[in-house]
T-cell receptor, first 113, second 110 residues
């Protein structure tokens, strides 16, 4: 499978715990995006990378959210001290360098109890 | 206020019927407009991409139209199937910034 893959697909955690999501983009796509999506809403932009450089992070929801893409390949999104309001689907997408088309992963659904 | 507004919020139709979903936007200027289909619990999948100079684009039973003067786009689904039940999201791209609509939730009933 050469699409965007995300892991885990589902995560249930207790409030206050840290969680980390991983995204493996399509290999030739140098841009990688993270979005959050709540029920009945469109994806909400969080941050994006051009190779290993994080070019926009002001839309990260709080300082509890951080993302990395250390080698310009896979990326991780970490949420520290989770709150119930963090419960959502976290989507990763990579962008085709020529067409600009976004390819989304299946998402990681987070439930904070 | 969201710069991409979709209507209706939800829609129920019978299998075999046609339907049209609307997207109004205020993003200007824009690079392109995209329609995505998102099945429940899955990631969005691209249906069509249109630049500002294109008026219509088809992908099987899906036809998207764009009126850049009125800043409106529509997605027409012909001869709906049960598998068309999903959320349809309109995305307007301005430079490197993508603005997402909230989506229209379509349910196709037998």
């Amino acid at each position: 499978d050469t699409g965007v893959s995300q892991d885990p697909r589902h995560k249930i955690t207790k409030r206050g715990q840290n969680v980390t999501f991983r995204c493996d983009p399509i290999s030739e796509h140098n841009r990688l995006y993270w979005y959050r999506q709540t029920l009945g809403q469109g994806p909400e932009f969080l941050t994006y990378f051009q190779n290993e450089a994080q070019l926009e992070k002001s839309r990260l929801l709080s300082d509890r959210f951080s993302a990395e893409r250390p080698k310009g390949s896979f990326s991780t999104l970490e949420i520290q001290r989770t709150e119930q309001g963090d419960s959502a689907m976290y989507l990763c997408a990579s962008r085709h360098p020529n067409t600009g088309e976004l390819f989304f992963g299946e998402g990681s659904r987070l439930t904070v109890l | 206020k969201n710069q991409v507004e979709q209507s209706p919020q939800s829609l129920i139709i019978l299998e075999g019927k046609n339907c049209t979903l609307q997207c109004n936007y205020t993003v200007s200027p824009f690079s392109n407009l995209r329609w995505y289909k998102q099945d429940t619990g899955r990631g969005p999948v691209s249906l069509t991409i249109m630049t500002f100079s294109e008026n219509t684009k088809s992908n099987g039973r899906y036809t998207a139209t764009l009126d850049a003067d009125t800043k409106q786009s529509s997605l027409h689904i012909t001869a709906s199937q049960l598998s068309d039940s999903a959320s349809y999201i309109c995305v307007v791209m301005k430079n490197n910034d993508m603005r997402f609509g909230a989506g229209t939730r379509l349910t196709v009933k037998p």
